[in-house]
């Protein structure tokens, strides 16, 4: 899948969650909480997916002499929506602020939404080949699972670590790899005072092959 196919389902999903923010019908206070949750998560991706695609865009256009104000509006909007995204993540439902925050958001998201599909992913097909888009979106959708594992283990390290059975894992490890690393050294300690054995008993030549008479 190329990367505007990628950053279009991209947009997409984010224009579902707005709706459901803006209108969180039948939400609980808890559900809606996790949506906010959920909402910030993609936004995130959503700029982690265009950093490689900007660095993408600028190097091509920059040869071709194609004005790259487009890739700083995103940049601008980014900084913008990141700062309001980290705003409502501190906030709860029914915190003073928290509607007029939601607003905001929603307006500042759905601007750069519709700015990039009509003018920075108009402007990459021109510039940018389909083999170089299909290679970006491989390299986008490996990121997403890097971070997507990233997130699971950081879900997953703390309440482990919380246990006494999961501390017991971490000090294992740790005196295994400790373990190795002290075996490796002594190894390595071993293979060098053999070597230095073996050129010790090694006797000196001349370069005809006899050894060198006194004096």
């Not at 039948?26 to 809606?32: I, N, T």
């Not at 256009?61 to 601008?76: F, H, N, Q, S």
């Not at 000090?171 to 053999?194: K, N």
């Amino acid at each position: 899948m190329d990367a505007l196919v990628l950053l279009r389902e991209d947009h997409r999903k984010l224009e579902r969650l707005l709706e459901r923010l803006e209108r969180p019908v039948g939400l609980g206070r808890e559900q809606h909480g996790a949506l906010v949750v959920q909402v910030e998560a993609a936004l995130r991706q959503h700029v982690d997916d265009e950093r490689i695609f900007y660095a993408a865009f600028r190097e091509e256009a920059a040869p071709r002499g194609i004005d790259i104000d487009l890739i700083d509006t995103g940049v601008e909007q980014h900084n913008r929506i990141g700062v309001l995204a980290c705003e409502l993540a501190g906030m709860a439902p029914g915190d003073d602020g928290f509607d007029a925050t939601v607003r905001v958001l929603v307006e500042r998201v759905r601007e750069h939404l519709d700015s990039e599909d009509t003018g920075l992913l108009t402007a990459a097909e021109d510039i940018i080949s389909d083999a170089d888009l299909i290679d970006l979106g491989r390299r986008m959708d490996e990121r997403k699972r890097v971070l997507a594992a990233q997130r699971e283990l950081a879900a997953t390290v703390p309440p482990l670590l919380r246990s006494r059975s999961g501390q017991l894992v971490v000090v294992l490890a740790g005196a295994a790899l400790a373990g190795a690393v002290a075996l490796a050294v002594l190894a390595g300690r071993r293979r060098s005072a053999r070597g230095g054995t073996r050129r010790a008993a090694r006797s000196p030549t001349d370069g005809s092959g006899h050894a060198p008479g006194p004096g």
